[in-house]
């Protein structure tokens, strides 16, 4: 019988979490899966650990070292399922983690992303620390009660794939993920899929995930270098984004528009966005304060030289 979801698990030199791992999304009762593990050039016992499983549904797929991005592709490759989730090789997964999302999708034809509430396990560094859900309530309950749409997936940071089921068919259609980002490889996924396709949030936790000392996901510097780069990307490969963005900025955010606008001056451009964004402040997750404001930058950039161009087409004057 052919599996009805495909999660796929990229892994690097985590044998010591990755049995705990896997047994948590082989524990999903009453949905028939495969498991595509990625094995991407592990030198610390993986293969051993995964020959030893001795589950059926366990697929390896064995490969140099070449990034996550590039091990989601491999096991994108290899799914034989219509439905696709994917998983971190050191998080675990909540009961109803595959069960929930492919009910929704089976009763909601027309939707082809469901993304998942998670919780925040402590830092690894701070034990005594408090577990944090991924998407706080009072935003949670805004997602839940609307569409999600690119501008919601880009104002949130929705980009844990492990709380996401995606169709295959929305996958096939906006291609790869792209392995020239090592960080918001599955935000940009997010951001394609949600500008063609429905999504919904669902706050329903689907995973636990873990936040390591030295985990990439702290490196601020990179983070940044990543979201000018993916800003940049969606500005360049679709800009009808620009639109839905700027009508989800509030009154503040459009009025900082307005102000940049009369400003007319690259240096006083950036020095707008400076001051503007060092009072930006957002109540989201561990991304997040790199990620917005070096998005912001470019996006509201953007903007900003649209708005420009429809100023001088409307009143003659050259920007």
Known sequence: MSPRVSVIVPTYNRAHVLGESLASVLAERDVDLEVVVVDDGSTDGTAALLAGLGDRRVRPVVRPHAGIAAARNAGLA?????????????????PGRLAVPLAFLG??????LVIQNGRMLPPEDDPDGAEAPWIRPRVARALAARPIGVAEA??????QLQGMC???RALDATGPLDPSFTILDDLDLVLRVT???RAVFLDVPAFAYRRHRGGVARDRGRIREEAIRLAEKLA??????????H?????????ALQIMSSLHGHYTRMLALDVYEHSYHIDFGAKAASYVDAFMSVIRWRAVDQLFGRLANDTGRKS
């Open 78 to 94: 290899a799914a034989r399922a219509p439905y696709i989730a994917f998983h971190d090789s050191d998080d675990v997964a909540l």
């Open 107 to 112: 009763a909601h034809p027309e939707v082809d």
């Open 154 to 159: 880009f104002r949130w940071n929705l980009g």
């Open 166 to 168: 995606f169709t295959r």
């Open 195 to 197: 500008l063609r396709f």
């Open 236 to 245: 360049r490969e679709h800009p009808e984004a620009l639109d839905r963005l």
């Open 247 to 255: 009508r989800l900025m509030g009154a503040g955010e459009r009025h």
